[in-house]
């Protein structure tokens, strides 16, 4: 049952998102952990399409914020305002409140608006003149941005970057595909007939079904050993946190599931690594000058760490 559940959700993704089983899946992930995807890429490329075929692929409650520098906190989390009936200010809630949120663009605007966004992510509440709103649950934000280099954008602060649970990016498809791509799109985009295929309840029962997968004391230790090797290597400025090692942990555990297994095995963990770390790991300036990158000293850490 929970394995046709999951099909039934890639499958309905693949029908706007052509030719990129993988990316869908590990998007997926954060759906079944309730973490959230950061998903970073060139314009044009599908990342909002991909947020976009998720939540109407599921009966929930979605809201989408398009990020713009003029942006301010309670735009995202919404604030009191005076009601003249009752001469008592109520508490208007903002677009956060729903099930899944697309921040589109995070990185358009300012760092004191991105903020607003971390209770909300690491908590799941809204904090406003003393009193707390909890968020609905299941709760997800599905972030996209443009690369750094881009004019007009702001980097993430680390606090943030690091309540993600991984990075993504989509990619530029074969040729072939690609074809196929703007041919459904001649008279409509496939988006606009796309039905839910499960509904909350589902998803609830299939994050539940994450929490169930079996993972051995050997692994727990491979996961900690990876993620702690970060913080010891010289061109790392500031490494991955026990957050982190907790974030490796549930990701492998979904990814299990999507294989149709109920238990974890180290190739679960090594394949996951990059996409988990790669955005929490903050260079020392010399090694940015020597060019090498997150990725590499994963790759590293990988080789030189013994597999269970």
Same mark, same amino acid.
């Given at each position: 049952?929970?394995?046709?559940?999951?099909?039934?959700?890639?499958?309905?993704?693949?029908?706007?998102?052509?030719?990129?089983?993988?990316?869908?899946?590990?998007?997926?992930?954060?759906?079944? !952990?309730?973490?959230?995807?950061?998903?970073?890429?060139?314009?044009?490329?599908?990342?909002?399409?991909?947020?976009?075929?998720?939540?109407?692929?599921?009966?929930?409650?979605?809201?989408?914020?398009?990020?713009?520098?003029?942006? $301010?906190?309670?735009?995202?989390?919404?604030?009191?305002?005076?009601?003249?009936?009752?001469?008592?200010?109520?508490?208007?809630?903002?677009?956060?409140? +729903?099930?899944?949120?697309?921040?589109?663009?995070?990185?358009?605007?300012?760092?004191? +608006?991105?903020?607003?966004?971390?209770?909300?992510?690491?908590?799941?509440?809204?904090?406003?003149?003393?009193? !707390?709103?909890? $968020?609905?649950?299941?709760?997800?934000?599905?972030?996209?941005?443009?690369?750094?280099?881009?004019?007009?954008?702001?980097?993430?602060?680390?606090?943030? #970057?690091?309540?993600?649970?991984?990075?993504?990016?989509?990619?530029? $498809?074969?040729?072939?595909?690609?074809?196929?791509?703007?041919?459904?799109?001649?008279?409509?985009?496939? @988006?606009?007939?796309?039905?839910?295929?499960?509904?909350?309840?589902?998803?609830?029962?299939?994050?539940?079904?994450?929490?169930?997968?079996?993972?051995?004391?050997?692994?727990?230790?491979? #996961?900690?050993?990876?993620?702690?090797?970060?913080?010891?290597?010289?061109?790392?400025?500031?490494?991955?946190?026990?957050?982190?090692?907790?974030?490796?942990?549930?990701?492998?555990?979904?990814?299990? $599931?999507?294989?149709?297994?109920?238990?974890? #095995?180290?190739?679960?963990?090594?394949?996951?690594?990059?996409? @988990?770390?790669?955005?929490?790991?903050?260079?020392?300036?010399?090694?940015?000058?020597?060019?090498?990158?997150?990725?590499?000293?994963?790759?590293?850490?990988?080789?030189? !760490?013994?597999?269970?």
């Amino acid at each position: 049952m929970v394995g046709e559940d999951l099909k039934k959700l890639i499958d309905n993704i693949e029908k706007v998102i052509v030719g990129k089983t993988e990316t869908v899946k590990l998007l997926i992930i954060g759906l079944l !952990t309730n973490g959230h995807i950061l998903i970073e890429d060139v314009p044009g490329v599908g990342k909002t399409m991909l947020a976009l075929a998720l939540a109407k692929s599921m009966s929930a409650d979605f809201k989408r914020i398009q990020f713009t520098p003029d942006l $301010l906190p309670t735009d995202v989390t919404g604030g009191f305002i005076f009601n003249p009936n009752t001469r008592e200010f109520d508490f208007k809630k903002g677009p956060v409140f +729903t099930n899944i949120l697309l921040a589109d663009e995070i990185n358009r605007t300012t760092p004191r +608006t991105q903020s607003a966004l971390l209770e909300c992510m690491q908590e799941y509440k809204v904090s406003a003149d003393g009193k !707390t709103f909890l $968020l609905p649950l299941p709760f997800m934000v599905v972030a996209t941005q443009n690369p750094i280099e881009y004019q007009g954008t702001y980097p993430l602060p680390e606090a943030q #970057i690091d309540r993600f649970l991984m990075k993504i990016d989509v990619g530029y $498809l074969p040729i072939e595909e690609e074809v196929k791509v703007i041919s459904g799109q001649k008279i409509q985009h496939p @988006i606009e007939n796309l039905k839910p295929a499960l509904d909350l309840e589902e998803i609830i029962r299939l994050q539940e079904a994450v929490k169930r997968i079996e993972i051995s004391p050997n692994v727990l230790d491979y #996961i900690v050993k990876l993620v702690s090797a970060t913080r010891r290597k010289e061109e790392v400025k500031i490494g991955a946190s026990p957050r982190g090692s907790i974030a490796l942990m549930k990701a492998s555990c979904a990814w299990a $599931l999507l294989e149709g297994r109920d238990y974890v #095995i180290p190739d679960d963990v090594a394949k996951l690594l990059p996409r @988990i770390l790669k955005h929490r790991i903050i260079l020392q300036p010399k090694a940015l000058i020597a060019g090498k990158t997150p990725e590499y000293l994963i790759s590293e850490i990988l080789r030189n !760490t013994p597999i269970p």
